[in-house]
């Protein structure tokens, strides 16, 4: 999938799906209109016939004028899609939200919405309502990849989530949820285009928060679909874009106390650290803001850090702590500390060789001195790491 560089507003990426059937062009009123609850009251029962005689319908696409109810489980109104789409014709891909994910690999539901231009795509976001997973290890690789991001922040007090230009997250309450042994927390999550792809300080706000708007309009739809009471609200202040600078090799990722070995200065000379405050702080480092090379993540929020339990318990050589334990595998380690708030993740990762020639030695070397200098940062310390010979 490549960027477009004609034609479509910074971040949009050409989407390759067929052209849907053509379209009347809708007015500005009657759009709004339809993407409403009212007129979904007043389809209900010619829908409810169809779909009953139909048996169930786990996918429903949008593009007939009087289906009804806004985008993604009713969730999306007028103001989410405008900041999103702007005026461009939509079409909605939208699977029906199940009650219980865990034999579904932990996905509740599904919606997709692509905007056009003509009949050329242009924009797609996508929603999806899934329980992340710690028994099997299946979410801790993928998922935080794109959405524990350094790119990425706080969404503030009360919104247990993270925010950026191309990825956002919030995590729904365990009283309407509920919750596993061994797994993450159940989130909604939405994307698009490529992760941490960034044009300008103007189209990241922008976009931030238009993501972020509708994200939390989809938490909401979310809980109210399952029957549960109480919803977000929308974040006051949002932190200022995170930014790559240069490397401080005396307090790396700005840690105090953290001091990059002399080995990696040269080639680890800028970095970036977002998500301070919230659920997980993550800094990538690397020769420059183009490509990243390692990833040091601190996950403090306790059911959040579950996702890596498979990891900690049964991937690569045992590492012992004194106030934890950890498992050293390749190119990744992570170690498990247990704190007053319950139990932190210390995660790091080496992308690719430092430099031409090098091993994947970056995990082994700092997870000791890492996870010490990140536990008295927190006020978890003090804390020893010891890591088996390399």
């Avoid at 990241?204 to 549960?228: K, M, P």
Wanted: net charge neutral; with cysteine.
């Amino acid at each position: 999938m490549s960027e477009e560089t004609s034609g479509a507003r910074p971040g949009e990426t050409a989407v390759a799906a067929p052209a849907p059937p053509p379209e009347e062009p809708r007015p500005p009123f009657l759009r709004r209109m339809l993407r409403s609850r009212t007129v979904r009251a007043a389809t209900a029962a010619a829908l409810a016939g169809a779909l009953l005689g139909a048996g169930t319908v786990a996918w429903r696409t949008d593009t007939l004028p009087l289906t009804g109810s806004a985008p993604c489980w009713d969730s999306l109104g007028s103001g989410s899609m405008d900041a999103l789409f702007g005026d461009r014709r939509t079409v909605t891909d939208e699977q029906d939200l199940r009650t219980d994910p865990m034999g579904e690999g932990g996905v509740y539901g599904q919606c997709r919405i692509t905007s056009y231009e003509g009949k050329r795509a242009r924009r797609q976001v996508t929603v999806n309502v899934r329980r992340l997973d710690g028994l099997r290890g299946t979410d801790a690789h993928a998922w935080p990849r794109e959405f524990l991001s350094s790119g990425m922040v706080w969404l503030g007090d009360g919104l247990p989530g993270m925010t950026s230009s191309s990825r956002a997250w919030i995590a729904l309450p365990q009283a309407c949820t509920g919750r596993h042994d061994f797994t993450g927390p159940t989130v909604v999550d939405i994307g698009m285009g490529r992760a941490d792809f960034e044009v300008s300080t103007e189209y990241t706000l922008r976009d931030r928060s238009a993501l972020t708007g509708a994200l939390i309009d989809a938490a909401n739809g979310v809980i109210d679909s399952f029957g549960c009471s109480g919803t977000y609200r929308l974040p006051r202040d949002l932190p200022a874009p995170v930014r790559w600078q240069d490397t401080t090799a005396s307090a790396f990722c700005g840690i105090k106390g953290l001091a990059l070995p002399a080995a990696y200065r040269k080639d680890l000379k800028e970095s970036r650290t977002g998500g301070t405050g919230g659920p997980a702080r993550v800094c990538d480092a690397g020769t420059s803001f183009r490509e990243s090379s390692v990833r040091l993540t601190t996950v403090v929020d306790p059911v959040l850090a579950e996702i890596y339990s498979w990891d900690v318990l049964r991937s690569g050589t045992p590492v012992k702590g004194s106030n934890g334990y950890g498992r050293l595998g390749g190119n990744r380690a992570v170690f498990r500390a247990q704190c007053q708030t319950g139990q932190v993740m210390f995660v790091l990762e080496q992308l690719r060789p430092t430099h031409e020639g090098s091993r994947f030695t970056f995990a082994h070397d700092l997870l000791p001195a890492y996870a010490s200098a990140e536990a008295e940062r927190i006020g978890c310390g003090p804390l020893k790491v010891t890591v088996p010979e390399s």
